[in-house]
């Protein structure tokens, strides 16, 4: 045959044989745009192992009307202009292949609406040529469904495996994104059922949890980053050595936050757990490398999966040292055998793998008992008779109450800031006057002193009345004055160990959130990880329960399974 120029539709059908090997690969391509429009939400379905159907759906940036066909050129992208620019990679695409790739292998519909756009654009493609264009509505975001995938190319569709494994894979690379973006909110259904959410939390935490359940995310170990240290950052959590697995599945890399493959990366971790697995054993890591866009080349494969590091010595050591200096840190992890009146082992106190609360930068005051109780991670199921957050944990069954909860929150928060003098204060617009009983005006005449330490400024205005010029931030929006007034009528006079204490679990008890308030599941998960941060987190300030666990030994047992 002489030499001639191929055919533009085998041409495409070439270059998408790289980009698009298995359903997956769309998967991952269409994922990485969404997550590049900077979606918040990514919704993805898939029917029969992706190759009937893939639709993934995101609330990103969405693309405009005149950019909407040349999106499924090839080589066109709106994330890349220059050759520095390909220098400096910050986005996850690039390449400007993917859609035209898949457009080549499958039939191919969108519905984008860009910000600021009235209504969206519809566009079909089949064998990569565009059949149908309209004005659609939709709210801002994209939509991309992909149908029929392969089916025009047999030697791809015979080489695929079992659904069940095109479905794993899919799973997987869904799972992996839902580690390096955990302030997304991811959800993959597969042949309709639900088989991965994330809250979206911003927390990694949270996103392992549902990755790989609460028994490893309870074992996760978090990475420190070294504050003073040059480039690479590394960031992340690895699993205690009681975690570990027979698979090299469990490794999960990002470079930039781009999911990558790296034998470099593997053994840098690997080293670092020498001598603390048993032969054939497998470290779980999520490790995210962070570096300056120059030092890394992400243009070197075409799924770009694999990257390369200008200084690959920098990276391996930054990784080893901080997976090594995380496991020698590394405390035995306690079991709770019971919570809430039943016996607990006492045990040393737990690794702390959970963030910190970002929200109040809030840690155990020091002069509280030291912990021998610790809760287990618990992944948030819902809430029973808008009281009780439901949970579950390693073993098994968490009913918590959400008041007492709160209480226990709030309680060791108000006596560690009025130790450090740190109560915040909301100082009233116009002072109020405070009329009291004989007894109360006694009891709070001597104890003005006390209350002004929580944050109340309040003086003597004569006659059986004071005046009230702030109280405490926490109360402002509350029934302070009722607070007072009970609290006036239950303490003693004079005892001021008592009074501190008691002042603390009346502020507590009138600012927690009450039994009867329907929580959302951010903010469910949001008590529970503060609970968790408590000295005490099985009782309330009362002295009653916070929790009822029902292992999963008395769940078998009360179903007859032993
Ligand atoms: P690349 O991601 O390498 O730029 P693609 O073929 O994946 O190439 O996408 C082409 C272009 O289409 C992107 O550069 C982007 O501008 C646009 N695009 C694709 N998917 C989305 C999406 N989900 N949201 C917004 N824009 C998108
Ligand atoms: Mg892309």
């Known amino acids: ?44 379905e898939v029917r029969a192992g992706g190759v009937s159907i893939i639709r993934v759906t995101d609330n990103g940036a969405g ?24 220098e400096s990679i910050s986005s996850l695409g690039f390449r400007g292949e993917a859609l035209p790739s898949i457009a080549a292998v499958a039939q191919v519909d969108m519905v984008t609406c860009a910000a600021g756009e009235k209504v969206g654009t519809y566009l079909s493609l089949v064998g990569g040529t565009i059949v149908g264009r309209r ?82 995310a309870g074992n996760m170990i978090e990475l420190k980053g070294e504050a003073t240290a040059p480039s690479p950052q590394v960031a992340g959590m690895v699993g205690s050595p009681s975690v570990s697995r027979s698979g090299w599945g469990y490794l999960s890399f990002f470079v930039n936050r781009r999911w990558v493959n790296s034998r470099l990366l593997a053994r840098a971790v690997e080293e670092a757990y020498h001598g603390l697995l048993m032969a054939g054993k497998h470290p779980i890591a999520i490790i995210n490398i962070s570096l300056p866009a120059q030092e890394v080349d992400v243009n070197i494969h075409p799924t770009k999966s694999e990257v390369k590091f200008s200084n690959e010595h920098a990276v391996f050591s930054a990784v080893h040292r901080a997976v090594r ?23 040393p106190p737990r690794q702390a793998i959970l963030t910190p609360i970002a929200d109040t930068g809030y840690s155990p005051p020091p002069s509280l008992p030291t912990p021998a109780i610790s809760l287990p ?6 809430q029973l008779d808008n009281n009780y957050i439901i949970a579950e944990g390693p073993d098994g069954l968490y009913l918590i109450d959400q008041h007492a909860a709160h209480e226990r929150v709030l309680f060791e928060r108000i006596e560690h800031q009025r130790s450090q003098r740190e109560i915040e204060v909301q100082g009233l617009l116009e002072p109020m006057t405070l009329e009291v009983s004989p007894r109360q005006e006694a009891v709070l005449g001597s104890h003005c002193q006390e ?43 004079g005892d001021k160990g008592g009074w501190v204490e008691g002042v603390a679990r009346s502020m507590a008890c009138h600012s927690a959130v009450r039994a009867g308030q329907a929580l959302t599941d951010a903010e469910m998960r949001e008590l529970v990880r503060q609970l968790e941060q408590t000295a005490t987190p099985n009782t309330c300030p009362h002295g009653r329960p916070t929790m009822i666990h029902l292992s999963s030994g008395q769940l078998k047992k009360e179903f007859g399974r032993t």
């Open 1 to 44: 045959m002489p030499i001639r120029a191929l055919d533009p539709q085998i041409v495409a059908r070439i270059a998408a044989g790289e980009v698009v090997e298995r359903p997956a690969s769309v998967v991952k391509e269409l994922v990485e745009n969404s997550l590049d429009a900077s979606a918040s939400q990514i919704s993805i």
């Open 63 to 86: 693309i405009p009307p005149a950019e909407v066909g040349l999106a499924f050129d090839r080589y066109a992208t709106s994330k890349i202009g220059s050759l520095e620019d390909l």
């Open 135 to 216: 004005s659609q509505g939709r709210s801002q975001g994209t939509t991309v469904t992909v149908r029929n995938l392969f089916r025009k190319v047999p030697a791809r569709l015979k080489f695929l495996k079992s659904v069940a494994t095109e479905n794993s894979h899919i799973a997987n690379v869904v799972s992996q994104y839902a580690l390096a973006f955990p302030e997304v909110k991811f959800s993959l259904f597969i042949d309709g059922r639900v088989v991965l959410r994330t809250p979206g939390s911003g927390r990694l935490i949270d996103s392992t949890v549902e990755v790989y359940g609460v028994e490893v």
């Open 325 to 347: 200096q995380a496991l020698a840190e590394q405390m035995p992890v306690p079991e709770v055998e019971a919570v809430a009146g039943e016996s607990i082992s006492p045990s």
């Open 377 to 382: 991670v618990l992944r948030v199921m819902g």
């Open 451 to 493: 209350l002004a330490e929580f944050g109340f400024a309040i003086e003597p205005f004569g006659d059986r009345t004071f005046l009230v010029r702030a109280v405490p931030a926490l109360l402002y929006k509350k029934d302070w004055a009722g607070m007072l007034k009970e609290l006036l009528d239950s303490l003693p006079e």
